[in-house]
């Protein structure tokens, strides 16, 4: 089945440093990729996605590229905030039973940014 | 509304008891989606509805479980005779009807079971 594999946390960075967030996956077909945010006390957002290989999701300053042939899709931001302090989710999609598309989560990375 | 609503927010349960979660879908979100988030781990699906009817529900982990939206908007789900296991963050989402719509999610519901 799919699976999605992301790098256990948490990371601790200081303010302004470059942030990498490894994640891969396993899945047959072509799903797309996504990295959800969880800030402290809400609920799950979407932060970026792709849905084909090469294509390059942002948003916020974060960056993540879908790379077919590594199965992979780090995420990355050159210089963080404070305020970037969440727990962040790869995810995939694909196509479940029911006519739907299916997504599938990591487990989450942890990240922490002090001034 | 704004974006899904889910409640309550946090329910204590003795173990042996019933417990009903509610999520208010987006308006207009023909899909909704609930799963089941353990302490430390990403979010696993547990069932799917487009409208009422209820198209997947192979994420439930025993027959403990079981969730309804018979009008097609509001869905509960429902946890019979808890046990701590069942100790989680439950989350719904919501989406448009296209299969690749985006999913909204709700703030969910941490349950714990003593």
């Known amino acids: 089945g799919d699976s999605v594999t992301q790098m256990e946390g948490p990371v601790t960075l200081s303010e302004e440093a470059f942030l990498t967030i490894n994640c891969t996956y396993t899945a047959t077909g072509y799903p797309s990729l996504f990295w959800y945010v969880q800030y402290p006390g809400e609920g799950l957002q979407l932060l970026l996605k792709?849905?084909?290989?090469?294509d390059k999701g942002s948003n916020k300053g974060f960056e993540a590229t879908y790379r077919k042939e590594t199965t992979s899709f780090h995420l990355e931001k050159g210089s963080v905030q404070v305020s970037d302090s969440a727990v962040y989710f790869c995810a995939l999609r694909s196509a479940g039973s029911g006519g739907y598309q299916k997504v599938t989560f990591g487990i989450g990375t942890k990240l922490q940014v002090i001034p | 509304g704004a974006g899904v609503s889910q409640s309550p927010r946090y329910k204590v349960a003795k173990r042996g008891q019933d417990v009903a979660l509610r999520c208010d879908p987006i308006?207009?979100?023909?899909?909704l989606f609930w799963y089941q988030q353990a302490l430390g781990q990403g979010p696993e699906f547990l069932t799917y509805f487009q409208n009422e009817a209820q198209l997947d529900k192979s994420g439930l982990p025993s027959d403990r479980f079981f969730a309804e939206r018979p009008e097609g908007s509001v869905s509960t789900l429902k946890i019979q005779r808890t046990q701590q296991e069942d100790s989680a963050v439950y989350l719904c989402?919501?989406?448009?009807?296209?299969?690749?719509?985006?999913?909204?999610f709700g703030p969910g519901t941490r349950l714990t079971v003593l």
């Open positions: 308006s207009g979100h023909v899909s």
């Open positions: 792709a849905t084909k290989a090469d």
């Open positions: 989402a919501s989406s448009l009807g296209s299969p690749y719509n985006e999913q909204f």
